[in-house]
């Protein structure tokens, strides 16, 4: 019988979500627990240490090791995080390059790569997730190893004239042919990418792996029960809650989640007003993210000038307008307080899907739910019926003020309406439906050479 091992940098220690962590996480969890595979990634501790621990969750064999503190500077503070991640979201401004990145991102991925050879038997199937690991399947091959390997890619795929950007692109990203199946957020990123290898393959289409669309997803119906389980244990406020407006954003501390232009957006909203409402608050939960990195720091600093700046400004006429939470809030109390909000503002600028998203929508309370506006240029902005939601232009500052005003005064009638379009999307397209659909196409493919794998999906 054949086992699925997943691999990806961020794991859940010890089988407990925290808060912060991440949608690939979060993803990966519901789905191994369901599917009961084995998870290989980092401990999140900086050692020299190069053992390997295993610990079993719900059914989750979890097999983690140390960094060391070349491979935590060079390869997840350097080549990863403040070159591909920059460089996916389209911040050619922050991309840093250094050839001595990546060459620890390759021994990190060769180190990542031993640990599988010698887990994982010729039979099972392997599912490889996020840019930290681009090289991985070829590293495999390398070492002989003949698994169907699959790789999904959680952030976006940007235009290929944004990839040829990086220096060393071809070299970064040609290792993505070594993948049987390359899983991506939306068609808009299959398109980029597709278009990037033909681009640079000269059109010769043989050599480019299945490359295709699968929106990950949230366990929707856990995510119903565990909003309803929590309801009215949030401080934040009640079911009943017309009384006051509650505007609300959860989201890691990055660049890429557009914090200032949302800010900005909330401030001019308040401005132009004609009905003011005294009982008003605009709630970002936000917990630090990759505090080692400066780009990050430099961008919390700036976040935190303009919340003062914005706080300072309405003081006289609101108590408390504005607010962050600047740390994680644990799943349950989390979800409480987007059901307790009017308005689910998730406007990042660039974003792979945002889970954050779907998790507003199915956190609601369905005869009185809230609305959700979100940006244009996210999977889940993609994704989800439009006649739902009110997407905006993430840069567009008047836009999303114009969009935030809608949402408070939006009639009830018209709010189930759209609530009711976007839960049956979701209770469609959950997070089982994201891995089942990509680990069948896996299979399918490795049927064609491999007809003994089946990893009940
Ligand atoms: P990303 O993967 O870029 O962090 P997503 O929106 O896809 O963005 O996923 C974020 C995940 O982390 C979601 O499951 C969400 O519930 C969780 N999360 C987001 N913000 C917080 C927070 N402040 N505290 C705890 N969990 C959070
Ligand atoms: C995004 C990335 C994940 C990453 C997560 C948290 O979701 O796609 O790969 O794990 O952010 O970031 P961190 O650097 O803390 O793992």
């Not at 490889?128 to 952030?155: E, K, S, W």
């Not at 990839?163 to 939306?186: D, E, F």
Request: hydrophobic share 40%; glycine share 6%.
């Amino acid at each position: 019988m054949s086992k699925l091992f997943v691999v990806s940098n961020r794991v859940i220690q010890d089988g407990v979500r925290e808060g912060g962590e991440g949608g690939l996480t979060t993803a990966v969890w519901s789905m191994l627990k369901d599917l009961h595979g084995s998870w290989i990634g980092w401990s999140g501790s900086v050692s020299d240490d190069e053992s390997v621990q295993l610990k079993m969750a719900s059914g989750v064999a979890i097999y983690t090791t140390d960094m060391s503190d070349r491979a935590y500077e060079k390869n997840y503070c350097g080549f990863a995080n403040a070159c591909l991640w920059p460089l996916f979201h389209e911040r050619l401004d922050l991309v840093r390059y250094d050839e001595s990145d990546f060459s620890s991102y390759m021994d990190y991925n060769r180190r990542i790569a031993m640990v599988l050879s010698e887990l994982a038997q010729p039979e099972d199937l392997i599912w490889v997730h996020d840019y930290h690991f681009l090289p991985l399947a070829q590293i495999c091959r390398d070492l002989g190893m003949n698994q169907r390997i699959g790789f999904f890619l959680h952030t976006p795929f940007p235009p290929p004239s944004v990839i040829s950007a990086l220096p060393n692109h071809w070299q970064s990203m040609k290792t993505l042919l070594s993948y049987s199946l390359v899983g991506v957020q939306s068609g808009f990123d299959a398109e980029n990418l597709q278009s990037y290898l033909r681009q640079q393959s000269d059109g010769n289409k043989a050599s480019e792996p299945l490359v295709a669309a699968f929106p990950i997803s949230i366990d929707t119906r856990g995510v119903i029960s565990s909003a309803l389980a929590c309801t009215g244990s949030s401080d934040f406020g009640s079911e009943t809650k017309r009384s006051s407006v509650r505007i609300f954003s959860a989201d890691r501390m990055d660049y890429s989640k557009g914090f200032i232009n949302r800010i900005l957006a909330y401030d001019q909203f308040l401005s132009k007003r004609s009905d003011p409402c005294p009982d008003i608050q605009y709630c970002l939960v936000a917990p630090d993210s990759r505090e080692n990195i400066s780009e990050y720091r430099n961008h919390k600093s700036e976040v935190m000038l303009l919340l003062l700046e914005v706080q300072q400004r309405w003081r006289d006429d609101y108590e408390n307008c504005i607010e962050m939470i600047n740390q994680p809030v644990a799943p349950e109390p989390l979800l409480a307080m987007m059901r307790a909000s009017q308005v689910g503002f998730i406007a990042p600028l660039r974003d792979g899907m945002n889970l954050v998203a779907k998790e507003y929508i199915a956190a609601q309370n369905p005869v009185d739910p809230g609305v959700l506006i979100v940006s244009k240029f996210c999977g889940a902005g993609r994704e989800l019926p439009r006649a739902g939601l009110i997407a905006v232009n993430p840069h567009d500052i008047s836009e999303m003020a114009r969009a935030l005003e809608e949402a408070v005064v939006m009639p009830r009638t018209e709010r189930v309406r759209r609530h009711r379009l976007l839960m049956s999307h979701l209770l469609e397209y959950d997070v089982k439906w994201w891995a089942r659909s990509y680990l069948k196409s896996l299979q399918a493919e490795s049927c064609l050479s491999m007809s003994d794998t089946s990893v009940t999906v």
